[in-house]
């Protein structure tokens, strides 16, 4: 059985088309400048063939034919008809309240993804253009399935996601600790207990997902009960240029002695803080490391800040699920930075964790790098979101 997961934001779209039976890749790649002029296609397959082709992309229907044909047609070709591909997921950002788990698309869920665009202005809206691309380019008959960002943190208990404001108006504008990344948390710890061969009942896990967008989660049996990401994926962490956790009067106070409407502020919370705003110079991990390297105080303290934060995380999901077994790291910089893993897991010793030094020492593996007398279990985990909305898509077209 093959799967085609697409993940499709306002004006790009990247896909990935996955054998199910050895959960390889067969294909992947993306469009760019969708509905811009300028448009963009790249692609590979897995025995090494690419194409990249500069062509209008004036809306998603044309887009997704263009994926299409480069999966059917040429000479990136892997498959000889559309029937070989079972069904089509889809990453949706925001779920709101009303998913709680991945469903089959029906008119009745495109609709209630609509009502929840006040939640993703950027990105639901978009969901449902690729979705009704899809329908169009590859037929009504192809299963399509949505699994949503946020579904995994819906096992939160009420007095870990809601705010602190009076609650009729909270109910009336659905304002609650939703979080993001769900799909990779859950793909985490799914993965570990997979490594160790164990049940998830009894284990309480902290994923550390950390990327340009970043966040942290407690996971005690299975189920997410706090993580670090709020109403918007904006909470939490430092992120590349996300402010993350912010005290409210700060905003406030800005947007009075800077004049800013609300679409203002939100685009400079988003936009231009995090590890951006505070080096000034770049929202990337690895410039940020190397100019701290090179003696810039500025890129100092934003590295210093994010670990710090991260390890305040920790320590309060410690005492959130009254202890750890273990802590995984992923994301960009989880995966890849050797100084972050070291500096945010050195500060932890109160834990009895212990780093083994040369572990430690990857980038981009699958790999435990605390010692064996460690008292909790530190690893690094690639993510595979894309694995994880296939897997659902697959078991939820074979359930029907
Ligand atoms: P993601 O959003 O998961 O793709 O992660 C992107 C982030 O990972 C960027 O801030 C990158 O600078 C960071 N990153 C990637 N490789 C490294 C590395 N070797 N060291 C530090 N940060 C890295």
New binding site residues.
Partial sequence: MKILVINCGSSSLKYQLIDMENEHVIAKGLCERIGIAGGHIEGKTFDGRQFSEEIDLPDHTVAFGRVKDALLEGECKVIDSLDEIAAIGHRVVQGGAVFDHSVVVTPEVIREIDNLSALAPLHNPAHIQGINACTEVFGEEKPQVVVFDNAFHSTMPKYAYSFAIPQDLAEKHQIRKYGAHGTSHKYLVERYAEIKGIPLEGTKIITCHL???SSVSAVKDGKCIDTSMGLTPLDGLVM?TRSGSIDASAVTFLQEREGWTPKETSEFLNKKCGLLGVSGSSS???DN?TAREEGDKNAELATDMLFYQIRKYIGSYVAAMNGVDAILFS???GE??VHTRDAVVRELGWLNIRLDEEANDV?GKEIRISTDDSAVEVWVIPTNEELAIARDTKRLVEEQ
């Fill in positions: 990327g340009n967008g590349g990337d991990m690895r490391m994301g960009g910089i890849n930075s980038r």
